[in-house]
């Protein structure tokens, strides 16, 4: 990570803050998940910065990004990698999306597909109406609060209890993260979501959804998903949960760098 970029780029009337892998090669963007931040995907950027131009952005809300009173639904998210697109002046990127990142990704697919080359879903939030509503009437952002109130150490031990298979490393990457999470971006937990059905009908570039046997995104969605756009490619990753980039690091950059490959043929 020693020659990578640390930057800030201004868009939307926000501060996006990013780490780049840098070089003249195919640029990726690699978009997190709620709670996360762009330093989430170090283990995997190692695996693309030989052959990509690899950039982890931090979303509004989270990370080292502006942290707004307002604006976190997945059309300001979707406007804010727009905007770093064009800012960076990247030309054809490739979008990897995992969660919040994934429906976010599928959202700038949609409405901008000359812009980008490829689409990688990662267990993207793909849910019903009523499961959304469950999500927002939960406690998830009540526990996200009570952990803004812990100390680096105690989120790490807790994290390390849930996940005893993670390494080292992205455990604490993610607690950093946890703590750096406002409550503000908890609010792209508010229905309705955008139609993923819709979505997923109108992408027009090279695709592949991710799910894990144990993820978000149903084995019967994914094929439902297929006949609506049978350029969607499904992979599925097992022993895995949601976080299944972190689960099965190694089968998750296979899967991937194939997919990659694959689309620059």
Known sequence: MKDWSILTCETNGIKIHYIRTGGNKQPIILLHGLTANGSCWTNFARALEEEYDVIMPDARGHGKSSKPDHG??????????????????????ILIGHSMGGLTAAVVASSNPKLIRGLNLVDPTFLSPK???EVRDSDVADQHRRILNMSLDNVIEEARTRHPNRSSEIIELCARARLQTSMGAFDVLT?????????VSTIDV????????????????AEELQRLNPKFQIELIREAGHGLHFDQPERFADVVKSFLHSVDR
Not at 73 to 90: C, F, P, Q, S, T
Not at 208 to 221: P, Q, R, T, Y
């Open 72 to 93: 976190y639904r997945y059309e300001d998210h979707a406007n804010d990698v727009v905007g770093l697109i064009k800012a960076l002046r990247l030309t054809s990127p």
């Open 131 to 133: 499961v959304q509503r």
């Open 191 to 199: 229905p309705p979501n955008p139609d993923y059905k819709r979505l």
């Open 206 to 221: 090279p695709s592949l959804l991710i799910l894990a046997d144990k993820g978000v995104v149903s084995s019967d969605v």
